[in-house]
Each structure stands twice: as structure tokens, then as C-alpha cells.
């Protein structure tokens, strides 16, 4: 029943919740953290929809933090701890792929 409820919730949240976080009002000079767009090795799991959780706690969050935001640093700040947020989510999800014997692909030009 569990799995059910994730794989819901991760089809239903990202219109939702992508539609509402605005990465047009970026700070200047902020860049932003890649996202995965798709699973490691192709292999769609649980960690992958962990992941996918994961990432939209932290887009949920930022809009949260935007709208209270009175001024410039709390802007800033939110914006912080979102890419803080999105790069953990991107570390635990290597990580527990590498343990499956998942890696990303890497590649090397001219070495």
C-alpha cells in the first residue's frame, strides 16, 4: 500500500508544485543545482521516488519560504537552503544507488 501512496503522490505533486516555484526570481549571481530528470541507470525504485519526495519537500518549502520572505536575505536565504536541500537529496540518492551497484554515468574528454 505504501509504494501505491509514493507513486501517487510523485505523479500528482509535480505539476502542482512546479508550477508554483518561481526559478525565475533567482538571485543574481545564484546558480542553481542540476536536478535529475531521470533515474540512474534507468532503473526506476525507491530510491529514485525518495529522491523525486525529496525534491519537491524542497520546492514546497522554498515557495513556503518565498512568500514569508520580508527582504532581500530571507529571499537569499531560502534560496540557499533550497540548492543545500536539492544537492543532500542528489548525494543520498547516489549514494544508495552506488550500494546497489547502480553508478551515474561520468564523462572524461581528452584524459
Same mark, same amino acid.
Given at each position: 500500500?505504501?509504494?501505491?501512496?509514493?507513486?501517487?503522490?510523485?505523479?500528482?505533486?509535480? *505539476?502542482? /508544485?512546479?508550477?508554483?516555484?518561481? %526559478?525565475?526570481?533567482?538571485?543574481?549571481?545564484? $546558480? #542553481?543545482?542540476?536536478?535529475? =530528470? +531521470?533515474?540512474? *541507470?534507468? /532503473?526506476?525504485?525507491?530510491?529514485? %521516488?525518495?529522491?523525486?519526495?525529496?525534491?519537491? $519537500? #524542497?520546492?514546497?518549502?522554498? =515557495? +513556503?519560504?518565498?512568500?514569508?520572505?520580508?527582504?532581500?536575505?530571507?529571499?537569499?536565504?531560502?534560496?540557499?537552503?533550497?540548492?543545500?536541500?536539492?544537492?543532500?537529496?542528489?548525494?543520498?540518492?547516489?549514494?544508495?544507488?552506488?550500494?546497489?551497484?547502480?553508478?551515474?554515468?561520468?564523462?572524461?574528454?581528452?584524459?
Amino acid at each position: 500500500m505504501k509504494k501505491w501512496t509514493v507513486f501517487a503522490v510523485a505523479l500528482a505533486l509535480p *505539476a502542482s /508544485v512546479a508550477a508554483a516555484v518561481p %526559478y525565475g526570481s533567482m538571485p543574481p549571481g545564484f $546558480e #542553481a543545482p542540476h536536478i535529475r =530528470t +531521470s533515474p540512474i *541507470a534507468g /532503473v526506476v525504485n525507491q530510491q529514485w %521516488y525518495n529522491y523525486k519526495a525529496d525534491i519537491m $519537500e #524542497a520546492e514546497k518549502e522554498l =515557495t +513556503s519560504d518565498l512568500r514569508h520572505s520580508t527582504d532581500r536575505e530571507d529571499r537569499w536565504d531560502a534560496w540557499d537552503e533550497w540548492q543545500t536541500e536539492v544537492v543532500d537529496a542528489d548525494k543520498d540518492y547516489v549514494k544508495e544507488m552506488r550500494k546497489k551497484g547502480y553508478r551515474s554515468g561520468r564523462v572524461t574528454v581528452g584524459g
